[in-house]
């Protein structure tokens, strides 16, 4: 059944009230309220990408991207934190001898329970091997420990929960000429502790052994620059997530529509898992297509959604672990190579044309899929002389899987319409601009990030929306019945301030909380340069 809503009743007040439709068994109903925010200053230059909190020190590092340095905040006073000093990462000399040049990037921050804090920093030559530099986090000072060399573009870390290891996802990007291609890998580094790892501590888990046999259904496409291994430098290693017992790490590889399994002991790759896809056609699973409808139009479509997830994070239930994603997509675009291609442009410029019969013609039209952008790699007859198929990027959802790659549960087209209802004047908004359904012919509302939390004996996931803006929550308890609860969003569209592009997030215990007894999330915003603080209440409603 399709959801429009004509574009001119967005032009009533755009926040609406939302109903949560779920509760915990106690009757109570989480509530997510601002507390406090701290404001780099500097807009729509990654100044706020990554967040992580350290418990004793009540301290936030924040990855400011751009200027190669994680900003220390002191959090004790939640509703005004403050900064401290930077740990800054160029010009520290690493275990083998190199210094980390000016141009270099950070990428990603974690900390230890001790408070030892590593920063993944990518190379001024992004397709060099990148470095993971070691910080006392709860010093005065800032002053590096000391540094290891890793893969090219390390572009998130994660302690294992006991500590005993630091994992490194480097996604080994290409260049922007497509000229050279390095292999993505995962760096498992073991951590002493005391002092900080030399570079004999650190093992890269290759994909070598995929190179002759691929898994049916995982993506590898594109031009193949690396002729040595060319599987290996297609496989993009995004983010990380660890089991409890700190044996299996389970690795997003976007672009591919994977997940990896490691086993973090031996420093080894030991499966590869296609994540299949999302039939749009089919009822809950909707999606609006089109920037150019002049309504909001979700609506079931012939189009397969990739789940291609950024963020993913892990949690038990029954004693087993589940995998929670969150499905943003991405579109390879490098040098002459663009994977994007609008469904109306299919057929033109030398592109191969949708098969005869396999679509109604007026799916081309700008106010129905003519406008969605979709992969040429995927989709094509045994003979590439047609498209039988669409496969769009990401699945607008948030998923729950089964570590052997079985899902459980998937939010479907929930996210657009829940955003539908607070927003409806900015209904897949941009993130950098404010306007009405301009993410649509895309990847809709853009999930990118997830965290995990328990709160008073419920298990709740945190999904970031890198366009729109905004955390959606959903009671995950259960993960074969999770269920959405609330959705906040401090973005002032008409003025574009508060929070924009919001990345990373992380859950703040209870017991570790700087408001004692309660819990919190903090979130870092691209965009704005912004960090904030919310705490999280059950209250009846």
Request: hydrophobic share 35%; proline share 5%; net charge negative.
């Amino acid at each position: 059944m399709k959801l429009r809503i004509a574009a001119c009743l967005g032009l009533v007040a755009a926040t609406i009230a939302l109903t949560p439709t779920a509760q915990a068994s106690n009757g109570k109903h989480l509530t997510v309220t601002q507390v406090g925010t701290y404001a780099t200053g500097i807009f729509d230059e990654a100044a706020a990408e990554i967040v992580t909190y350290d418990a004793k020190s009540k301290r936030l590092f924040v990855v400011n991207a751009a200027q190669a340095k994680i900003e220390v905040l002191d959090a004790r006073k939640p509703a005004t934190p403050t900064k401290l000093f930077d740990l800054q990462t160029t010009g520290t000399t690493a275990a083998d001898g190199s210094t980390i040049p000016d141009g270099s990037s950070a990428n990603s921050v974690d900390v230890r329970r001790d408070g030892l804090v590593a920063v993944a920093v990518e190379s001024a030559t992004k397709t060099d091997n990148g470095w993971v530099v070691f910080f006392d986090g709860r010093s005065s000072t800032g002053k590096p420990l000391g540094a290891v060399r890793v893969g090219a573009q390390p572009d998130m870390v994660a302690f294992t929960p006991d500590g005993d290891y630091l994992l490194a996802a480097n996604e080994g990007e290409p260049n922007d000429d497509f000229t050279v291609d390095p292999e993505g890998s995962v760096a498992v580094i073991d951590t002493p502790r005391r002092g900080v790892p030399r570079q004999r501590d650190v093992e890269l888990a290759d994909f070598h052994r995929f190179e002759r046999k691929v898994p049916h259904g995982v993506r590898i496409f594109g031009p193949k620059v690396n002729t040595q291994f060319p599987v290996s430098a297609n496989l993009e290693p995004e983010y990380i997530t660890v089991d409890k017992r700190s044996r299996t790490a389970y690795v997003t590889l976007q672009e591919a529509n994977a997940i990896a399994e490691i086993d973090i002991r031996k420093a080894r790759v030991t499966e590869l898992r296609a994540l299949g896809v999302k039939d749009h056609s089919r009822k809950h699973n909707g999606i609006d297509p089109s920037d150019r409808d002049d309504a909001i139009a979700i609506d079931r479509v012939p189009v397969y959604g990739m789940y291609q997830p950024d963020a993913v994070a892990s949690y038990t239930f029954g004693g087993r672990t589940f995998l929670v994603t969150a499905n943003e997509g991405d579109v390879r675009e490098w040098g002459d190579y663009v994977e994007a291609a609008r469904v109306k442009d299919l057929g033109d410029d030398g592109l191969a044309p949708l098969c005869a019969g396999a679509f109604d013609p007026s799916v081309t039209e700008d106010a129905e899929l003519g406008r969605l952008n979709v992969s040429i790699a995927s989709g094509l007859k045994a003979d590439g002389s047609c498209y039988e198929r669409l496969y769009a990027f990401g699945a607008r959802s948030m998923s729950i899987w089964t570590t052997n790659g079985r899902q459980v549960f998937d939010s479907g087209d929930e996210f657009e319409r829940v955003t539908a209802e607070a927003k409806p004047a900015f209904f897949n908004s941009n993130h950098t601009e404010a306007n009405f359904d301009g993410r649509s012919d895309d990847k809709g509302p853009e999930p990118e990030g997830v965290t995990i939390g328990e709160v008073r004996g419920r298990t709740y996931a945190f999904v970031s929306l890198e366009r729109v803006g905004g955390v959606l929550v959903y009671d995950i308890t259960n993960p074969y019945r999770a269920e959405f609860v609330s959705y906040v969003n401090n973005r002032d569209f008409a003025n574009q301030t508060g929070d924009l592009g919001p990345e990373g997030v992380t859950f703040i215990p209870a017991d570790e909380s700087p408001v004692r007894g309660t819990p919190m999330l903090a979130v870092a915003n691209e965009v704005s340069g912004s960090t904030t603080l919310y705490r999280l209440d059950l209250r009846r409603p």
